[in-house]
């Protein structure tokens, strides 16, 4: 079901906050890349966060399970 224009549904507020959840991590990620690897990172740092997100998000959809989901008929 979509939202109304000027409104959020919980589907969205799960939506953000994912979102929120896998650019967290890849800024954690970010910062730990240095004391793990000792690679400064410089201007290179939005890259690496970009890319630490993506990794995150391919590792999230990898572990969900999603054959329970059901798509709506119409």
Known sequence: ???KRFSLSNIDWKKIGTGCLIAITGAILTYL?????????GAWTPLVVTFWSVIA????????????????TE
């Open 1 to 3: 079901m979509e939202s």
């Open 33 to 41: 890349t240095p004391i793990i690897t000792n690679l400064e990172l």
């Open 57 to 72: 998000n391919i590792v999230r959809k990898w572990i969900i399970d999603n054959t329970k989901t059901t798509t709506p």
